[in-house]
């Protein structure tokens, strides 16, 4: 890699950076998007690497104060880690969160009825994006690790162990999640839906 390429790498780092400060300064409440790729929604902060690591304590130290930040939205990014990477995350997050401050969750549902979602989800699966998924959960999995953090667990749409899938009429106050059954999310596999939770933090 060329210099003039480190040098463009790393002015568009800082510059990033230097972004996600200076929302976070004018935001009369912190909102924010972990993985967002290119999603955007007015009032959040869009975060992403390489600006924004969820895995290094000292990125979210860089940006927000322990018990500062209002509402979390991570919609199909945690899948793309390990079990334990997930349980760090988790740790963070409930570290940076307000008392009451939400942090909103969607990962493909292991207990979803549908074998051809299964395949098109699971880690390794056809899926796009499969390819590089490391973990598969259910609601039970997932509530038993965010309550082990203190969270307290509100699941909004889930699978149960009889492949029927519960939802619950939620808002978008909390984070908008577009892959969801309630949302008739467009794919081509049949009642695509996520397992979705809010872990509130008391």
Request: aromatic share 12%; charged share 25%.
């Amino acid at each position: 890699m060329s210099i003039i390429l480190k040098l463009r790498q790393y002015r568009w780092y800082i510059i990033g950076r230097s972004r996600i400060k200076k929302q976070v300064k004018q935001q009369t409440k912190i909102k924010i998007i972990l993985g967002s790729g290119t999603t955007e929604y007015d009032g959040w902060i869009a975060t992403d690497l390489p600006h924004f690591n969820i895995l290094k304590k000292k990125d979210w130290a860089c940006f927000f104060r322990p018990n500062t930040i209002d509402n979390i939205l991570a919609e199909h990014v945690l899948e793309h880690l390990t079990e334990q990477q997930v349980d760090e995350v988790l740790l963070l997050a409930y570290i940076f969160l307000k008392p009451n401050g939400v942090f909103r969750i969607a990962v493909p549902d292991k207990n979803h009825p549908n074998p051809e979602y299964i395949e098109y989800v699971r880690p390794g699966g056809s899926g796009l994006g499969a390819e590089d998924h490391k973990s598969f959960w259910d609601y039970k999995t997932f509530k038993k690790l965010a309550e082990n953090h203190g969270f307290k667990v509100d699941l909004l749409e889930y699978a149960d162990e009889n492949k029927q899938i519960i939802t619950s009429n939620y808002t978008d106050e909390n984070g908008i999640i577009s892959r969801s059954l309630s949302k008739t999310f467009k794919s081509d596999i049949e009642d695509f839906s996520s397992l979705i939770v809010d872990l509130i933090k008391p």
